[in-house]
Every structure is written in structure tokens, then in C-alpha cells.
């Protein structure tokens, strides 16, 4: 079955730098939701989109702003990379009643700031 | 606030059922009981989810208290590929789940 991709899976920046993730959704969901997870920490929600509209923000910083796309992919763009921005990226897609339904997660981008 | 209270971590003998138990004493009558797993250095996994009834599936079982003001998760038989933290959290009918404060499972062979 169909799993939600993501891209790239490892990302190597300097402070500064922008980086954009990619994440594709399981064909015929169209909810999107991207989580941060930090060395040792919990996944953190950062915003998610419903039918290409933003539905919930989460700890997302005023540096990272994301879309959802006609095709229901979605990428998240982040700029002036901090150090504490080396984390796990987590994208998640679903469909269904809300509260009741089912997140699919990628397998993650690493991201790096050095 | 979706707070939910877990062990922060157990130990299982592989081949032996896991107990694991959430309290979630505020939780609203319409808000559902998700249950999600991470193994290492992957992404979460769902592994079922309920609003009132006892419910099971391939992966595991629920068991919802009769006030839904707690939760255990059972795995029958535990194996070594079931290490993981496991993330109970209420679905207080939005999209995103709030995850925090899982209990870290250990299976010994």
C-alpha cells in the first residue's frame, strides 16, 4: 500500500540557510500535518491543512510558513535555520471524521544545522 | 488541554501480554482515545484507537473504562519488535494529536 513520502530524508544546512521538506500524502487523503521532533523529545505539532487550507497551527515559528498544493502535496519552507532547528520532520496524512481519524506518518527528514 | 497520564516506562518477558495503562480523568465525551507507537528513529505508528467501546484489531486491544476516565492498551503476546514508546492521547475532535508524556516499553527476551 501507498505510504506518505517524504523528501528528502536527510538535510544538511548552515545557520542561516533555507530548506524546504517535501511530503506526498496517501493518494485520496486530504489532510496534511507536519510535526518537529527535537533529539529525545516528543514529535511537536506544528500546523496542519485541510483540502489546501491551513486548519490548525501548532508551535510553528514565524521563520517556517507551509502550503498544501492543488496536487495535495505540501511542503514546508524554513528560513534563517537556527541550530535548534536540527530536528526530525515528521509529515502525516489523513482522511476522515475529525477525532476519529487516522494519521499516517512518513518515515521523516533529518535536518542538520551546523 | 488534551492531558493524558502515562508510566513513563515498563518492561514485558517476549511471549507475555503488556498492560498498558493511560488515565485521561478529564476527558470529554466526545473525544476519542488514540493510541500510537514510535520504534526508533521512526515515524509514530497508529495502533488503534476508541471512543466507548472495548475495541481490537490485528495490533492490539483496547480497553475503555466504563467512565472513560481510563484506558489500557493490551498487547497479547509482546515480541522484541514491539519496543517502542506508546503515546496515548484524546482526539478532542480536531485534526492534529498532541503527543507527550508516552511510556517507553522494554521487551526482554
Known amino acids: 500500500a501507498a505510504g506518505v513520502i517524504q523528501s528528502p530524508r536527510h538535510l544538511i544546512k548552515e545557520k542561516r540557510e533555507t530548506a524546504t521538506l517535501k511530503c506526498y500524502p496517501i493518494p485520496r487523503h486530504d489532510t496534511v500535518y507536519w510535526y518537529q521532533q527535537g533529539p529525545g523529545q516528543d514529535p511537536q505539532f506544528l500546523i496542519s491543512?485541510?483540502?489546501?487550507?491551513?486548519?490548525d497551527k501548532g508551535s510553528i515559528p514565524d521563520r517556517f510558513s507551509a502550503q498544501q498544493f492543488s496536487d495535495y502535496h505540501s511542503e514546508l519552507n524554513m528560513s534563517s535555520l537556527e541550530l535548534g532547528d536540527s530536528a526530525l520532520y515528521f509529515c502525516a496524512s489523513s482522511w476522515g471524521e475529525p477525532g476519529a481519524n487516522v494519521l499516517t506518518f512518513g518515515a521523516g527528514s533529518r535536518l542538520t544545522v551546523l | 488541554d488534551a492531558k493524558t497520564t502515562q508510566p513513563n516506562s515498563m518492561e514485558s518477558n517476549e511471549e507475555e501480554p503488556v498492560h498498558l495503562p493511560c488515565n485521561h480523568s478529564t476527558i470529554s465525551g466526545t473525544d476519542y482515545i488514540h493510541w500510537y507507537r514510535q520504534l526508533p528513529s521512526q515515524g509514530p505508528e497508529y495502533v488503534i484507537h476508541g471512543l466507548t467501546s472495548n475495541v481490537n484489531n490485528r495490533m492490539a486491544s483496547l480497553a475503555i473504562a466504563e467512565d472513560r476516565k481510563s484506558s489500557t492498551l493490551i498487547l497479547h503476546r509482546a515480541t522484541l519488535r514491539d519496543a517502542a514508546v506508546y503515546y496515548c492521547?484524546?482526539?478532542?475532535?480536531?485534526?492534529?494529536?498532541?503527543f507527550g508524556g508516552g511510556t517507553r516499553l522494554m521487551v526482554k527476551p
Open positions: 491543512f485541510y483540502e489546501k487550507m491551513q486548519s
Open positions: 492521547i484524546r482526539n478532542n475532535a480536531g485534526n492534529m494529536l498532541t
